[in-house]
């Protein structure tokens, strides 16, 4: 499969045009029976990096003191000695920022991906024994 072709393939893109071509490197280089997976986890990974992209700049210290309200207590140790700004890089943290604005990571990742690739992931997260 040629360059151009795996660029049309993996339709969602990643914003770092170096991440982009890295991962058509990759793929250039799989020989293996797990082509399909491989390139939907491209787009549903770039769909998902995308999603946690939209919460740079938008948090807020009440988001934060929300979000450690409803951890373990060992995890939000952890992100309290942390604090907030450090906390902001965690991608917990950024989706608990953009559900808190119904902007929820399913809706926004079903709406990039084509319809047979959503149902396709599912399909994938269900083999894996994740039903959430």
């Known amino acids: 499969m040629s360059r151009e072709e795996l660029e049309k393939l993996i339709y969602v893109k990643h914003p770092h045009k170096q991440t982009g071509e890295n991962q058509i490197d990759f793929l250039l280089s ?8 491989w390139l939907l986890s491209m787009n549903f990974g770039n769909a998902s990096y995308r999603y946690m992209s939209l919460a740079r700049g938008e948090e807020t210290i009440e988001d ?3 979000w450690l309200e409803g951890l373990p207590e060992n995890i939000r140790t952890h992100f309290e000695e942390e604090g907030f700004e450090a906390s902001k890089s965690a991608w917990p943290f950024r ?11 399913d809706e926004y990742i079903k709406r990039l991906l084509r319809p047979a690739d959503w149902e396709k992931w599912n399909e994938y997260k269900k083999s894996d024994g994740d039903d959430q």
């Open 30 to 37: 799989r020989v293996d029976d797990n082509f399909d997976f």
């Open 95 to 105: 989706r608990h920022v953009m559900e808190r604005r119904d902007i929820g990571m």
């Open 64 to 66: 934060f003191e929300e």
